[in-house]
């Protein structure tokens, strides 16, 4: 089957213009030509190729809303959304590491590296010579990022680094790494600092590619740092302040996982529609049992309601206006209605249980998204903070 069949679900929208709709096209025609006849030996490798990262990088999909000044599309966050929805409209999870490196570690430099840092800096990552990471995650202390242990010791000849990193996206690849790290240890939030470390430095090494449940070509790996030397200029923002960065970086972080989300449900339910109409027992297509179509109803209402949400946060977002508490409501709600795929499956029978099957992969490929960016219990926290 399939993961190209489209929009019999998908709501309305009304946001793009036409000049969006065909930087859509060309997202479209790269993933289905570059990416989806090679994914599925990507998966088997746990990898994809380094020249990926080339090829989307000159096609014009990473860094899509950089300034043309520094070498990207000088687009708006809308052409970003379309990345992110085109790659999960057809389940290419491999590249979700393209939406790290383009709006999640590009924006960090974008808004707080000086300008002579940009232009040394983001023409390489829009071009796809540089791939990045951000990495925050340690083994003890993932939720809890306060509770890091990497440390940054400033010296006259730049940062000694010190620590361990692990669930790191395009770790494998990245010539760049963000790394959060305390450089005034006793003062916890306060004493965070954004290091943009060089990955062929001495004292730099990467542990395994980590064995997913999904996601399986995304690499996701472990970094540790030994005694690593980052020059004082590879600083990005001003020492002992990247607790806040990051709490303003997560916001377009969560809502790009919800605009993920939320898409992924409406080509689930897409392909479920497809299966159900063409799939007969007892005499009559699938879809003719009530009880099948009521629910393929109630996931239909769930998809509708779940986008227009998402879209009124887009365009928060677009304003300027999507807060702490709006970005965890719609990544809380987005992440969790994809638990609906799950009843999607069901209605492939043994077919829903094959890997070759979209809605197989889908099941496995999203549950992710209610963990990283924050987990669903973390999102509740932000939310509850504010009643
Ligand atoms: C595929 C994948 C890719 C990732 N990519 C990156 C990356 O690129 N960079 C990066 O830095 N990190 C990355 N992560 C890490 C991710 O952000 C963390 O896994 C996540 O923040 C949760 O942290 P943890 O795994 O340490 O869980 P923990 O913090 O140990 O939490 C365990 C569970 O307990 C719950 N919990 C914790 N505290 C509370 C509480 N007070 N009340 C109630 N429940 C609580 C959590 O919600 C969670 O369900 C990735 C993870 C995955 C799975």
């Keep these: ?65 950089a300034a043309a000044e520094y070498g990207g599309g000088g687009g708006d966050f809308l052409h970003t959304a379309i990345v992110v929805e085109e790659i999960a409209r057809v389940l290419a999870s491999g590249v979700l590491g393209f939406t790290t490196h383009s709006d999640i570690v590009a924006p960090y430099l974008v808004n707080f590296a000086t300008h002579e840092q940009k232009l040394r800096w983001l023409p390489g990552l829009a071009n796809g010579d540089i791939v990045s990471s951000i990495a925050m995650t ?29 669930f790191i996206t395009n770790g494998f690849h990245a010539d760049r790494v963000l790394v959060v790290a305390k450089t005034r240890p006793e003062a916890g939030a306060k004493g965070m600092s954004l290091l943009w470390v060089d990955t062929t430095t001495p004292g730099f090494s990467r542990g395994r590619v980590l064995d997913k449940i999904g996601q399986r070509a995304q690499d996701t790996v472990e970094l540790f740092f030994d005694k690593v030397l980052v020059p004082l200029d590879c600083l990005i923002g001003d020492e002992d302040k990247a607790f806040g960065y990051l709490m303003h970086g997560l916001v377009q972080e969560r809502l790009m996982i919800a605009l993920r989300c939320v898409t992924h449900l409406e080509a689930a339910l897409d392909w479920t529609i497809q299966y159900t109409k063409e799939r007969s027992t007892f005499g009559k297509p699938l879809i003719e049992n009530q009880y099948t179509r009521f629910k393929l109803a109630e996931i239909k209402t769930l998809a509708h309601a779940t986008r227009a949400f998402v879209d009124a946060c887009l365009i928060r977002h677009m304003a300027g206006e999507l807060d702490a508490e709006g970005a965890a409501m719609a990544k809380l709600w987005a992440s969790e209605s994809t638990r609906a795929i799950d009843d999607l499956l069901q209605m492939f029978g043994g077919y829903g249980f094959m890997r070759e099957y979209p809605i197989g992969r889908a099941l496995t490929d999203v549950r992710g998204n209610r963990i990283y960016g924050g987990s669903s219990e973390m999102m509740k926290e932000i939310i509850s903070r504010t009643l």
Excluded: C
């Design 1 to 65: 089957m399939q993961t190209t069949t489209r929009h019999t679900a998908t709501a309305r929208r009304g946001i793009f213009s036409a000049d969006h709709e065909l930087f859509r096209t060309t997202v479209r025609r790269f993933i289905e030509r570059e990416i989806l006849p090679f994914h599925a030996d990507w998966e088997q490798a746990g990898l994809i190729p380094r020249e990926v990262w080339r090829k989307a990088g000159r096609a014009g999909l990473l860094l899509p809303m």
């Design 138 to 166: 340690e083994p003890s202390a993932g939720s809890d990022l306060k509770a890091i242990r990497t440390t940054a010791e400033r010296t006259s000849e730049g940062y000694r680094l010190n620590g361990q990193k692990t």
